[in-house]
């Protein structure tokens, strides 16, 4: 047997398992894996001696070249996508988000066309609704027949984002129809704003009111209302970037009810805590996304979630500005600060560092977190998330050992600072393929733009 890549000598680690075990790829995909390949007629020959090698990860919440408060989001998908690639990440799932008055459609063109001649490794798309009349309804149906099969909708942002109650719920009862997935944003937006117009009347503008603005309470609250609805639509449903213990007890009761309730958090709210806003004058801008930072200690009740499988995934919700001129919009008001943090690059070495190498949990799940559970809720598995023979050999091969420092001077994010600037990371990926094809080599971008290709999914399935 003639392969195009043997991978020899690492540690093969899915979800499931762990073994020593050769990999053999042939085109795009992983065609053999055993404890010795034949390499004497092999195109390439990689060394994986002393490291673990992993599906691709999977980050389902990216938001690439978005417009929002004015301004954009700093990397595009060239720059996220090679960024993501760095940190071992070599599939996104980003939002077209459908404006007041447009077609689901005209949303899902607008961000094919952005993604399609930079994506360096493969892409899918999410969709916001903002707008739902009877058109879009049916327009649901539709999308999830062509891969896109799964929806965000925001019980936040009135005006803006914000769906009534009503509209969620005709929102998943189609979803419920045609097997597609709500994601959904779980604050109330309605209370939030009343808080914050208070606040502002007191004079209140600095960046850390943003966060001091959107109580827990509020996020539960949502999260129940959410699950609710969900329940009665007979629908699954998708918590996304999930920030506090209190919206967590939310989802483990459902959870614990039988329901098909998931929940992803994000590294900001295991690293980082209402301590950043302890910071000179504007710097805690750098902090301001939503849901907000907590308190510290809900970051080991988070942990833990994960660990217990109340939380299913981790994204990043990477939705960089830079701190110069881009959260500087909001100098004088923090609800003119463009909401939203980058860290699309630093997702699997924060959690391998936390997770494995801070003993909460094993490396295999680790790999569900960040790789299986995401392609098995969204309609990717088995071609993604896992090492099996006919998946796409999206692989990293990632060194356990070794360490860095997270640092705005040495990432490769288009972002002038970094939300965790000085954590020490344990594990970091070597060298990444995407389809077989090399997308980081020895610290190098050796990938091409345009490379990446849009990812038809199937409908979620029941995890
Ligand atoms: O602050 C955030 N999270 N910005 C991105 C938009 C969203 O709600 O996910
Ligand atoms: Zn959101
Ligand atoms: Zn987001």
Known sequence: MRFDMV??????????????????????????????????????VVDAAGCLVIPGGIDVHTHLD???????????????????????TTTLIDFAIQYKGQSLREAFDTWMKKAHDKAVTDYSFHCIITDLGSAQLE???QLIREGVTSFKLF???????????????????????????????????????????????????????????????????????????AEMAGAPVYIVHLSCNEALEKVREAR??????????????????????DVPGFEG???????????KWHQEKLWQGLAQDTLQVVSTDHCPFCFKEQKELGRDDFTKIPNGGPGI?????????????????????????????????????PRKGTIAVGSDADLVIFDPNREEIISAKTHHMRVD???????????????????????????????????????????????
């Open 66 to 88: 978005m417009p929002f408060g004015g301004t954009m989001s700093a990397d595009d998908f060239e720059t996220g996508t090679v960024a993501a690639a760095f940190g071992g």
């Open 417 to 463: 600072y970094s939300m965790f600037e000085g954590i020490h990371t344990t594990g970091a990926p070597r060298a990444v393929f995407s389809r077989g094809k090399p997308v980081i080599d020895a610290g190098k971008f050796v990938g091409r733009p345009g490379a990446g290709q849009f990812i038809r999914r199937q409908t979620y399935s029941r995890m």
């Open 345 to 381: 690059e630093h997702r699997l070495s924060l959690i391998y560092t936390g997770g494995v190498h801070g003993k909460r949990f094993s490396a295999n799940r680790f790999v569900e977190l960040v790789s299986t559970a995401p392609a098995k809720l969204f309609g990717l598995y």
């Open 256 to 277: 614990d009810r039988g329901l098909p309730a998931y929940a992803e958090t994000c590294p900001q709210y295991l690293y980082l805590s209402l301590e950043n806003f």
């Open 155 to 229: 019980m936040a942002y009135p005006g803006v984002f914000m769906l009534d109650d009503a509209s969620i719920f005709r929102a998943m009862s189609q979803a419920a129809k045609h097997a597609g997935l709500i994601c959904m944003h779980a604050e109330n937006g309605g209370a939030i704003d009343v808080i914050v117009q208070r606040a502002l009347a007191e004079g209140k503008r600095a960046p850390k009111y943003h966060a001091l603005t959107r109580p827990v309470t509020a996020e539960a609250e949502a999260t129940s209302r959410a699950i609710a609805l």
């Open 7 to 44: 991978i020899k000598n690492g540690a093969v680690v899915t979800a499931t398992d762990t073994c020593a075990a050769d990999i053999g790829v042939s085109g795009h995909k992983v065609s053999a894996i055993a404890a010795q390949l034949p390499i004497e007629n092999a195109g390439k």
């Open 285 to 295: 801008a750098k902090y301001v996304f939503t849901p907000p930072l907590r308190e």
């Open 139 to 141: 327009e649901m149906g």
